[in-house]
């Protein structure tokens, strides 16, 4: 088989597995996982990690790979997920690309070419100080591409994004790229916005349901921070607020289902920018597009 790349993605709760394992098994594909919390052990109910019953005996790569307790770069997912692509085209199988973290998405296929910036605990300490909504609109001036796709309220990620800008002098994230050599199917699942926010809540009460605050408090009992929780962001950080005392159910669930929307918001911020996706509403669709990209 030549070599080719197909990539799944969409927002959250879209059904990027599910249509990503179908197409595997029409395809004789196996699939890479492009998900920035999908890659740490510990966190699979919270991160609607596929099960191995869900993968209908489909290899799937770059799941469990990082300890929660450290840190996990993009340019560590780049190095993973290329070495995957050419494990899996050495079979002679099709590798399909599967997430919703657009920027890891870029980071292969584009190869970006990630700056190596060592942490600069002064400017940390310095930049620690400020309020999250300080950071955000400090970020929003000199990297105003990076502000409309950053977590706003991720501390962590906000003092990371401006400690590159700073040291670097350039937007995140940087021009130099190194894309793939080989043909690229980019494959976005478009859902109405009525029909994703309801996928939404009842993945979220789905979530509870199977224990996701439970897996939160044994993330505590690994050594992990309740801000180090907080900063995996989304629902984590509702969920560690609450587990805390700090917010009362309600607030608990109303504001886990927010956070969850507006980040599928950001996602498609991110993803609306490139226009090589095709956007498909169901499997038929996808399934043409796959077919007509191989014969080429």
Not at 117 to 137: G, H, I, S, Y
Request: aromatic letters at 8%; glycine letters at 6%; a positive charge.
């Amino acid at each position: 088989m030549p070599k080719k790349l197909i990539v799944i993605l969409g927002p959250t709760a879209s059904g990027k597995s599910a249509l990503s394992v179908k197409l595997a098994k029409k395809f004789n594909g196996e699939i890479i996982s492009a998900d920035s919390r999908q890659v740490y052990k510990g966190m699979d109910i919270g991160t609607g990690k596929i099960t191995k019953k869900e993968m209908k005996g489909i290899p799937h790569y770059l799941l469990d790979v990082a300890s929660p307790n450290r840190k996990f770069t993009v340019a560590r997912y780049q190095k993973l997920a290329l070495r995957a692509i050419n494990k899996i085209l050495k079979r002679g199988k099709l590798p399909i690309l599967c997430g919703g973290t657009g920027f890891y998405i870029q980071a292969v296929i584009d190869g970006i070419i990630i700056p190596e910036v060592k942490p600069d605990w002064k400017l940390r300490k310095k930049l620690e100080q400020k309020t999250t909504k300080e950071l955000f609109n400090q970020l929003k001036k000199i990297d105003p591409k990076r502000a409309k796709t950053i977590e706003k309220k991720n501390k962590r990620r906000l003092i990371r994004a401006l400690e590159i800008v700073i040291k670097t002098k350039k937007p995140v994230p940087p021009l130099k790229r190194k894309p793939l050599p080989y043909p690229v199917l980019m494959i976005g699942i478009k859902k109405e916005k009525e029909e994703l926010k309801k996928l939404i809540k009842r993945r979220f009460f789905k979530w509870l349901k199977k224990g996701f605050l439970k897996e939160v408090l044994k993330l505590r009992k690994l050594g992990l921070s309740w801000q180090k929780i907080e900063e995996f962001g989304i629902h984590y950080r509702t969920a560690a607020q609450y587990l805390q005392r700090k917010i009362t159910d309600r607030e608990f669930i109303e504001n886990s289902i927010i956070e969850l929307k507006n980040y599928t918001k950001r996602q498609m911020t991110w993803f609306k920018c490139d226009k090589r996706i095709h956007w498909v509403k169901n499997y038929l669709k996808a399934e043409k597009l796959v077919k007509e990209f191989i014969k080429k």
